[in-house]
């Protein structure tokens, strides 16, 4: 009998450890060293190790917060309808405010987006502070923005965020991160009441000139024009790249 209470305290406890909730890992990246941001082809040993944890976490289905180029951002594969709907919860956010995709490399843009533009223009903006709002391909989840045949897409002018992509196979749903409604972040500390709700929080210290803004948002959905929905960081060169080198007219937000 004795031997019997204990088994079945046993599994009680065991039952224990498996209800309660992943705690967060904050996994800090190194400061860059003289020779630069790493080549994301070849990180440094330290570097993997923080790449290669987010990426299991991504995989398993989880939110986590990275930086990018112009604020931090949380992230999951844009292929896993929970883990999206997990952004949304996380962040208070409206259902039908679209989330963008983060991908790795200019010829991944072609298998989840219709492109209408040349891909010299591509190479021209990304990867860079820019989000292009391009038809969605039939590849995309469904589930992801169901309600508009558009999605932004964008390939951070970052190492880290960009490396993670190619390791995960598929791109991320990418949002800032923060509280709908509240400022966004540019350093980790900044979010941290969100922290319990993510798997992976990427310290990679403060971002750039802590500005704040965002990447700028263009729609390129319609051959020959374009349409900016959000200035943000890129502003004056998208448009000048557009227009001057491109000649794409300029169509007013309505």
């Not at 705690?23 to 990180?43: H, I, S």
């Not at 995309?140 to 970052?158: H, K, S, W, Y």
């Not at 803004?213 to 900016?228: C, E, F, H, Q, W």
Request: proline content about 6%; glycine content about 8%.
């Amino acid at each position: 009998m004795r031997a019997f209470r204990q088994l079945a305290v046993q599994i009680l406890q065991f039952r224990g450890e498996m209800c309660e909730p992943l705690k967060t890992k904050v996994l800090r990246l190194p400061p860059a060293g003289g020779d630069g941001p790493f080549v994301p082809e070849e990180p440094r040993a330290d570097v993997a190790a923080v790449l290669s944890r987010t990426a299991t976490a991504l995989r398993d289905g989880r939110v986590v917060a990275v930086p990018t180029d112009t604020i931090y951002g949380l992230a999951c594969l844009a292929q896993n309808s929970a883990a999206v709907r997990r952004i949304y919860d996380i962040k208070g956010r409206d259902e039908q405010k679209p989330l963008a995709i983060c991908v790795g490399e200019i010829h991944d843009i072609y298998k989840y987006c219709r492109v209408k533009v040349k891909e010299d223009l591509l190479r021209d903006l990304l990867p860079g502070p820019v989000t292009l709002v391009l038809e969605r391909s039939q590849v995309l989840n469904r589930e992801l923005n169901p309600f508009t045949a558009l999605v932004g897409v964008r390939i951070p002018d970052c190492a880290f965020i960009r490396r993670l992509c190619q390791m995960c196979g598929e791109p991320l749903a990418l949002t800032s991160a923060n509280v709908s409604a509240q400022s966004s972040t540019v350093a980790a500390h900044e979010f941290e009441d969100l922290w319990p709700e993510l798997a992976v929080v990427v310290d990679g210290g403060p971002i750039g000139d802590r500005s704040r803004l965002g990447s700028t948002v263009v729609d390129l959905s319609a051959p020959g024009r374009y349409r900016i929905i959000r200035a943000g960081r890129a502003f004056s060169s998208t448009v000048d790249v557009l227009e001057g080198k491109y000649g794409l007219a300029s169509e007013e937000l309505g």
